[in-house]
């Protein structure tokens, strides 16, 4: 199954893409469209299923650029390189044709932008720490020295770990606040636990920067709580797994 911006997908040339874990290749804790280079899946079946979201989204293998995510807030602007590696970044942007930007998310964020009118496109991945970090400010500034106006900027935010599922502790709580004056309306006490939620967190953020309602979409789905469909790091963690796979997040600029 996959997941599309409806909004992005109406933009000429330009299509979006949020895939679910199945009909992939890989078995076991990772079934099936495993796409997390960094697991410790077979790379033969993480290579393969790469391979099948390329042929999927009609891009070339070798144009599907992948990145080294390590919760930061670092974007790398993909116009100035022509050699294709994987690099450490959470962010991508690019205004060049005939390439695609994945994300790799297992709770976290996969947020894809595109730019209506200049067809720039971009492609993020988003925890608390990037968000709480100012990966989404950087990814802002990245569109407006390209010249991009921020009304023209259509955002899909993907599925991501729900409110519900997102257990924090007071800590957690605190380093929101340091840098969040209206921190109070992300976070929820139920029977003396307290609940984070981090696609209202993220969404807000945009709003703030410029982005209007209107063209920010949602694919509301939680990844904790959908097996069936998502990859999830906190339901590996209670299910005392040893590692998880990761869905991938694509959007083209053909």
Excluded at 114 to 132: L, Q
Excluded at 150 to 158: Q, T
Excluded at 202 to 210: I, S, Y
């Amino acid at each position: 199954m996959i997941f599309y911006s409806r909004k992005i997908n109406k933009i000429k040339g330009i299509k979006s893409f949020f895939f679910s874990r199945n009909n992939g290749q890989s078995k076991g804790i990772y079934k099936s469209l495993n796409c997390g280079i960094g697991s410790n899946d077979k790379k033969k079946n993480v290579i393969n299923n790469i391979k099948i979201v390329a042929k999927k989204i009609n891009s070339k293998f070798s144009n599907l650029i992948l990145l080294r995510q390590h919760h930061s807030n670092k974007i790398i602007n993909f116009d100035n390189f022509l050699i294709k590696k994987r690099y450490k970044a959470d962010g991508i942007i690019t205004s060049v044709p005939k390439f695609s930007l994945g994300i790799l998310t297992a709770d976290c964020v996969p947020i894809l932008v595109a730019d209506k009118e200049n067809k720039i496109i971009a492609a993020i991945h988003s925890g608390w720490k990037g968000a709480n970090s100012g990966i989404i400010e950087n990814l802002i500034k990245k569109f407006k020295e390209k010249k991009s106006k921020i009304s023209n900027l259509i955002v899909a935010i993907g599925p991501c770990i729900a409110k519900k599922n997102y257990e924090v502790q007071k800590d957690f709580v605190n380093k929101i606040k340091l840098k969040n004056k209206n921190f109070k309306k992300y976070f929820t006490n139920n029977n003396k636990k307290i609940y984070f939620n981090l696609r209202l967190f993220v969404n807000d953020k945009f709003l703030r920067l410029g982005v209007l309602k209107n063209n920010i979409e949602h694919i509301n789905k939680d990844t904790y709580g959908d097996y069936k469909n998502f990859f999830s790091y906190r339901r590996s963690l209670h299910n005392n797994e040893s590692d998880y796979g990761r869905c991938i997040s694509a959007i083209c600029r053909y």
